[in-house]
């Protein structure tokens, strides 16, 4: 009896020459990107943004081109009613001195209605002297204004005008023509005067005493 073979049959996945299937390859540092695995609807809108942002702009710089020309059209009220201030400022600048002047104006209308009834030339001397000083009083206390007393003073040609005389180094003011004025520390006007030595002061002197004599 012949001896039969046990032939024991293999498994096709040891069967020589079957193909074997392959492993997913995996990329170096994990995981498939997402952006790779997401679709491609889910990839942000760019136009629509860059659209929303130059709407943005542009009413930003139209609400600051609003807040300029409000700003430029204050400032040209502020300008215009700083002119005319300056104005009204020139044009009454001399409002309180005249006010002034017109009271002083009342004592002489007052002066010339008293010496008119009382025809008394010399009450009506001694009240313009009186208004004089009041007004000189003033303009001195309320505007600084004051009258320089020249006569016999040495001559200084920084407040002093020679018409006559003069030549000498030691010059005195022998004789005022026009009264000068100061106005605070500054020459208002100066005095018109002449001007000679300190002898001829003297012999002027002598020749008004020999006369009233």
Do not use: C, W
């Not at 994990?30 to 997401?38: D, F």
């Not at 008293?114 to 001397?125: G, I, L, M």
């Amino acid at each position: 009896m012949s001896q039969q073979k046990n032939h024991t049959p293999k498994h096709p996945t040891e069967t020589e020459g079957a193909p074997i299937a392959e492993e997913p390859k995996i990329q170096e540092g994990g995981e498939a990107s997402a952006a790779e695995s997401q679709p491609a609807s889910q990839t942000p809108d760019q136009p629509a943004d860059l659209a929303l942002e130059n709407q943005r702009l542009r009413e930003e710089l139209s609400e600051l081109k609003d807040q300029y020309l409000r700003k430029a059209a204050d400032m040209d009220n502020y300008r215009k009613r700083m002119q005319r201030e300056k104005e009204e400022a020139i044009k009454y600048a001399n409002a309180q001195l005249l006010t002034d002047v017109i009271t002083i104006m009342d004592d002489f209308e007052r002066a010339i209605a008293s010496s008119t009834a009382s025809r008394d030339f010399d009450s009506f001397h001694q009240g313009i002297q009186m208004i004089e000083s009041q007004f000189l009083s003033l303009l001195e206390r309320k505007y600084g204004l004051k009258r320089l007393d020249s006569l016999g003073e040495p001559f200084d040609p920084n407040i002093h005008e020679a018409l006559a005389g003069g030549g000498a180094e030691h010059a005195v003011v022998l004789e005022v023509y026009q009264k000068g004025y100061m106005l605070q520390d500054r020459v208002l006007r100066p005095a018109r005067v002449r001007v000679g030595t300190q002898e001829s002061q003297n012999t002027d002197n002598t020749n008004q005493e020999e006369t009233k004599n």
